[in-house]
């Protein structure tokens, strides 16, 4: 019996026979995740690697000493695109600092930086993105359209994303000055080419469209109502319905039956025309509030995760996990979870991953902090991976993944 196989036995056995959720699969994914190469120090050079859960074998996929020239700083993120064929990688910005006195030249890492009074900037590097293709190992330059580059338009806080069928990216920029539009583009990876979507005004959030077709556009209208609209990839627009409210988050399910919506008031199940199917029964809070959806590959069931942050600061988190039976309209309660970001105790901020294939459990990631104490992109960074089974109540997922330290970042694929 190989050891392979004796992993997977005992995990099975482990999660039927009651101590963990049953994970009803024959394969759990894998997970790409970022180690610092040198320890904790903030300008440690970055690897990516990744992990067979199914194994528990972890291979190199980038070398930090295999980037190319062009790749001046070091790797930030990486995100696998469905079915694991491609990584989105970003590159983190950088400062290069030279000391007056010695001539003695250092690079600096991330979005913020300090240096001495004897020392200057004499380059900085902005962030780049970059597309690698298993199999070929090589890391391509992602060129945004020339319709969103210029020094007016910034890069937008909204993350680029995969398509479902996992070949294309959705990107975003946005114009710092009047009359503030909103650039949406495509990168096609297997042609590596970028072209322009759209350019829209008001625009709240983008997701792709259930079929991997189009986009599904969320622009701010009169009175803090939304109007939604769908996005072919060749461009053409068309208006599918208003809603009262400014959305806060929307998803549309894989069959392109329902929609998912989010805001202020709560969740909902809606028509492709917007007709409300359903209110779910899932809490919510008017500040602070954020939700996130994720739909299995049928459509049949929808996991939401809530997140409230409160206190004063914002030290306090409260996390739901929720899965929703659409045929039945009926939302339950997995999991419920409880933080605190302060002193030096340990904190868990979750995410949702994704489906397994057996459609009923939930893939679960959080990021561990060390309350206060922790700082960032230290030795202390760390990532745990959990398999929710939604048809169980036990509030209780089976870990499959642990970075352990020095972890910059995690992605489950499969």
């Not at 294309?168 to 096609?188: A, K, V």
């Amino acid at each position: 019996m190989t050891s392979a196989y004796r992993l997977i036995v005992a995990l099975s056995a482990m999660l039927i026979l009651g101590n963990g959720p049953a994970v009803c699969s024959e394969s759990l994914g894998k997970v790409v995740f970022l180690r610092a190469a040198a320890g904790s120090a903030s300008d440690s050079p970055v690897d990516v690697l990744e992990k067979n859960l199914d194994t528990g074998d972890t291979k190199m996929l980038i070398s930090h000493e295999s980037l190319p020239g062009s790749f001046k700083t070091r790797i930030a993120s990486a995100s696998p695109s469905s079915g694991g064929q491609y990584l989105y990688i970003t590159s983190s910005p950088g400062w290069v600092i030279k000391d007056r006195a010695t001539g003695k030249a250092r690079m600096i890492f991330g979005e913020t930086f300090s240096y001495g009074g004897e020392e200057e900037v004499v380059e900085t590097i902005d962030k780049a993105d970059w597309c690698w293709e298993r199999g070929k190992a090589v890391l391509s330059g992602i060129a945004v359209p020339s319709d969103c580059t210029g020094s007016a338009w910034l890069v937008s806080d909204s993350p680029t994303v995969w398509s479902p069928k996992g070949n294309r990216l959705l990107g975003r920029r946005d114009l710092d000055e009047s009359p503030y539009t909103n650039c949406l583009y495509i990168y096609d990876a297997n042609s590596r080419t970028a072209k322009t979507l759209s350019l829209i005004r008001r625009l709240n959030t983008a997701v792709w469209s259930g079929n991997d077709n189009g986009v599904i556009e969320v622009r701010r209208a009169k009175n803090e109502s939304s109007q939604v609209s769908y996005t072919g990839l060749d461009g053409k627009s068309r208006l599918r319905f208003g809603w009262p409210r400014r959305v806060h988050s929307i998803a549309q399910s894989p069959n392109g039956l329902v929609f998912a919506l989010c805001d202020a008031t709560g969740c909902y199940i809606l028509g492709t025309d917007g007709h409300v199917i359903s209110k779910l029964k899932t809490q919510t809070q008017k500040e602070s509030f954020d939700v996130s959806f994720h739909f299995n590959r049928s459509g049949n069931r929808l996991a939401i995760l809530t997140s409230y942050w409160y206190g004063e600061p914002h030290v306090g988190l409260d996390q739901q996990l929720w899965v929703v039976d659409i045929e039945s309209r009926q939302a339950s309660r997995v999991a419920r979870w409880g933080e605190f970001f302060q002193g030096s105790g340990l904190a868990i901020e979750r995410w949702i991953e994704g489906w397994l294939p057996d459609q009923k459990t939930v893939v679960i990631a959080g990021a561990i902090s060390y309350g206060a104490e922790k700082p960032a992109d230290s030795e202390n960074d760390w990532i745990k991976i959990w398999a929710y089974n939604t048809q169980l109540r036990t509030g209780k997922g089976t870990e499959v993944f642990d970075s352990g330290k020095r972890c910059l970042g995690a992605a489950w694929w499969y």
